[in-house]
């Protein structure tokens, strides 16, 4: 079902810059509609971290950027700490299909 | 601040019917802002089912080929899902949560703990 595309898994030690990326179509991000990025920590339910493209909900370090062009968006992070370690999801909106909210596969932060 | 919780039963059988209803406090589901549910399938990722607002407006997963239903009940301040005919592919997490967002560019800002479902004979 999803057809924004994450890779499966990315990894950098602490202190390193990791950017996880999010590829869509011409019916989600191509058509316009915002990406947003949730965090899970295995055992937690998700937690909004970046919507609208870039902006942070209170409480999310600025560690955390996000950017989208075109049918891409991506998601980094700064100054990676253990505690980042968790699945991370895009999320969009797909005009092709009525009311269709998609979310990436996912990926899976390790820090080393 | 919003807060939700997830209740239903932990195990079904194939082809029964599930029932999960999300309480909310905090905040009133009548003032507005769409509901909906999203589930954790093991091994894979998140999957969007239903999002509702509190006047029966609905939007359900097409992929979920016309199993599902939401409902809402504003004087108890929750809302609920059915799903029926489930198979052992509907093992999952199931999670409630607030929509917010305009025009398309809807996000999820207010999730529950998550409600582990499982489906066995």
């Known amino acids: 079902q999803s057809v924004l595309t994450q890779p499966p898994s990315v990894s950098g030690a602490p202190g390193q810059r990791i950017t996880i990326s999010c590829t869509g179509g011409s019916s989600n991000l191509g058509a316009d509609y915002n990406v947003h990025w949730y965090q899970q920590i295995p055992g937690s339910s998700p937690k909004l971290l970046i919507y609208d493209n870039t902006n942070r909900p209170s409480g999310v370090p600025d560690r955390f950027s996000g950017s989208k062009s075109g049918t891409s968006a991506s998601l980094a992070i700064t100054g990676l700490q253990a505690e980042d370690e968790a699945d991370y999801y895009c999320?969009?909106?797909?005009?092709?299909?009525?009311?269709?909210?998609?979310f990436g596969g996912g990926t899976k932060l390790t820090v080393l | 601040q919003v807060r939700l919780l997830e209740s239903g039963p932990g195990l079904l059988k194939p082809s029964e019917t599930l029932s999960l209803t999300c309480t909310v406090s905090g905040f009133s589901i009548s003032s507005g802002y769409y509901w909906g549910w999203i589930r954790h399938l093991p091994g894979k990722g998140l999957e969007w089912i239903a999002t509702?607002?509190?006047?029966?407006?609905?939007y359900y997963n097409v992929f979920l080929k016309g199993r599902v239903t939401m409902s809402v009940d504003t004087s108890r301040n929750q809302f609920s899902l059915n799903l029926t005919s489930v198979t052992a592919a509907d093992t999952a997490v199931y999670y409630c949560a607030r929509r917010v967002g305009a025009a398309g560019d809807y996000y999820f800002d207010s999730w529950g703990q998550g409600t582990l479902v499982t489906v066995s004979s």
């Open positions: 509702m607002y509190q006047r029966g407006i609905t």
């Open positions: 999320q969009s909106y797909d005009s092709s299909l009525s009311g269709l909210v998609l």
